[in-house]
């Protein structure tokens, strides 16, 4: 079965300063991974996946499939990038359901 | 376009009643995901439905839940006789095809009394 870790459920910086929020996944075939992400008082929304290898309001992450990670990363974080973020992951194969982790709340210092 | 729409966005149910959520999809979209939120845990996947069809309910307890999208009208979560266990929010999602990304709603709550 499928599993996504996020060891962080809390994480504060400051004000442009970098931000990683870390995501590991165990699976045995070929995942698709997504970043989700709900600001406060706010649907979940999707951030960015890996397929589409995008850079959305300066967050990217990069697929690494020896280390089975996923993780988010940011050089410059924002105030208004305070938010929950969830890692998530979908398999192959006819579901697509996507298996979430526990995410990780964000918090940016001014 | 709205979005997903769920309702009620809070709901209340004393032990033994039934819970009946509802969520319409984006226009345009015929796959609806049901997800359970409990506290300070990610979502966890229920079912998978397209219109009229239940494609995946491996998610789904195996008693008390059930769920339905049909031809015309919203996809329903039901829950029968509710537990104090059933306490969660409800997430319900669609998305336009198979390999599509999944939409959001803001989710029901469900506090049992």
């Known amino acids: 079965a499928q599993r996504v870790t996020q060891p962080e459920k809390l994480l504060s910086v400051f004000k442009g300063a970098p931000v990683e929020l870390k995501c590991n996944y165990s699976?045995?075939?070929?995942?698709?991974l997504f970043w989700y992400v709900q600001y406060s008082r706010q649907r979940l929304q999707l951030l960015l996946r890996?397929?589409s290898r995008e850079s959305i309001k300066g967050f990217t992450a990069d697929l690494n499939k020896g280390e089975t990670s996923f993780h988010l990363k940011k050089p410059f974080a924002q105030e208004e990038d305070s938010a929950m973020y969830y890692c998530a992951l979908s398999t192959s194969g006819s579901a697509r359901q996507l298996t979430f982790g526990s995410g990780t709340q964000l918090t940016v210092l001014p | 376009n709205a979005g997903v729409m769920q309702n009620p966005r809070h709901l209340v149910r004393r032990r033994g009643q039934e819970a009946r959520l509802r969520c319409s999809p984006m226009k345009g979209h015929s796959h609806v995901y049901w997800y359970r939120q409990l506290p300070e845990e990610g979502l966890k996947f229920m079912v998978y439905?397209?219109?009229?069809?239940?494609?995946?309910e491996s998610g789904m307890p195996k008693e008390r839940f059930s769920a339905e999208f049909p031809k015309e009208g919203p996809s329903i979560l039901r829950i029968q006789q509710v537990v104090r266990g059933d306490s969660a929010a409800y997430f319900c999602?669609?998305?336009?095809?198979?390999?599509?990304?999944?939409?959001f709603g803001d989710g029901t709550r469900l506090s049992i009394l």
């Open positions: 890996h397929i």
């Open positions: 699976y045995s075939g070929s995942p698709e």
């Open positions: 439905l397209q219109k009229e069809n239940i494609i995946d």
């Open positions: 999602a669609s998305s336009p095809g198979l390999n599509q990304p999944q939409h």
